[in-house]
């Protein structure tokens, strides 16, 4: 029996203090943990009920809950259901999925800073579906393929620029800073050499909007993120990986390749979310951090974390809306969010050292 599965079996077996059991994982899991998943859950609920409520039609809570099920056909149940929910749901499903890729970058590189849009994951995904658009000529579908490889081969350049007898976290970010550099320039490259109505459209997009999600866009979406998720989970290693290279290897763990296999998934969250509504900054970066300080937790949880992401980005969402003289996309809103928190984590950084 390895050395994992004898740990496996003792935590099993000996129940922690501060834990409970949970059925669907096999094991205990801290109760902390727990509720601050229940309670980012119902705050999330909540806040979901009052932005299908809030509009030109405004509803109230009972109303909206009416619509979400009435069968006779009604106008509020037209703009609810057909209009305002795709944009919620999407808010919720890509702000999950942009969380978990945080998480797992931020987890791997034992770094706060080790987001996939500082890393330049995000742009690289960018730059795939710009190519797509005004160099390719082609439509939505090919633009989220062009999303998802451009996205893949960053991380390919990103990862063999890095390595040197092994990948440090330091090094992977210093690197995907410096390729993010590049990619803004063949961004704005492509955008000035583009048609005038094609690059207006690429740019809109680019800032990262969630405005005019359709079902069919957002279903499509929700299955690519839906199989990811459970590659992560079967993906074993990552909490061993947290402790560093040496002592994963001594635990069985094949580095390399466990660490190549969590960025693949990783990267096709922020691709995936990247082809359906631009490249939304900031979220990946701040939500695992804001979720490891509720969890009280050592590593990063991917739970805690999606929970977050889910609220930070529909209530940014909320923000870019209703709270400002214009409707503007949500990814302006999450970089002057994510700018701020950016800056409140350097200046802690920097007192700390």
Request: hydrophobic share 55%.
């Amino acid at each position: 029996m390895s050395v994992v599965t004898e740990g496996l079996t003792r935590v099993l077996a000996h129940p922690r203090r501060g834990s409970i059991p949970v059925p669907l994982v096999g094991g205990w899991v801290p109760a902390r943990g727990v509720v601050v998943v229940g309670g980012v859950g119902l705050a999330t609920l909540v806040l979901g009920v009052i932005a299908l409520g809030l509009g030109d039609l405004p509803l109230s809570p009972s109303e909206v809950v009416h619509a979400l099920f009435a069968t006779d056909g009604s106008f509020s149940s037209t703009v609810v259901r057909d209009w305002r929910l795709p944009r919620v749901l999407g808010a919720l499903v890509f702000g999950a999925g942009l969380a978990v890729s945080g998480a797992v970058f931020q987890s791997l590189t034992r770094n706060p800073l080790g987001s996939p849009d500082v890393i330049g994951f995000s742009t690289g995904a960018y730059t795939g579906a710009l190519v797509a658009l005004t160099v390719v000529g082609a439509g939505a579908v090919s633009a989220s393929v062009g999303a998802l490889v451009g996205g893949l081969l960053t991380a390919l350049v990103v990862y063999v620029l890095a390595y040197r007898r092994g990948m440090q976290g330091f090094r992977l970010i210093i690197v995907g800073i410096a390729v993010t550099a590049m990619l803004h320039a063949v961004n704005l490259f492509l955008l000035l050499r583009a048609q005038e109505e094609v690059a207006m459209a690429a740019a809109i997009w680019g800032a990262g909007s969630i405005s005019l999600l359709s079902w069919p866009v957002l279903v499509t979406a929700a299955v690519g993120l839906l199989l990811c998720l459970p590659g992560l989970l079967l993906v074993p290693g990552l909490r061993q990986l947290e402790l560093g290279d040496d002592a994963a290897a001594a635990h069985g763990v094949p580095v390399e390749r466990t660490r190549i296999g969590l960025v693949l998934f990783a990267v096709a969250l922020v691709a995936i979310v990247t082809a359906s509504a631009g490249p939304i900054a900031f979220v990946a970066l701040a939500a695992p951090q804001v979720a490891r300080r509720l969890a009280g937790s050592a590593g990063i949880p991917l739970v805690s974390s999606a929970a977050v992401g889910a609220f930070l980005l529909l209530g940014a969402d909320l923000i870019a809306q209703h709270a400002l003289p214009v409707d503007v996309p949500v990814g302006i809103v999450t970089v002057v969010l994510g700018g701020a928190y950016l800056l409140s984590l350097l200046i802690q950084e920097a007192r700390r050292r």
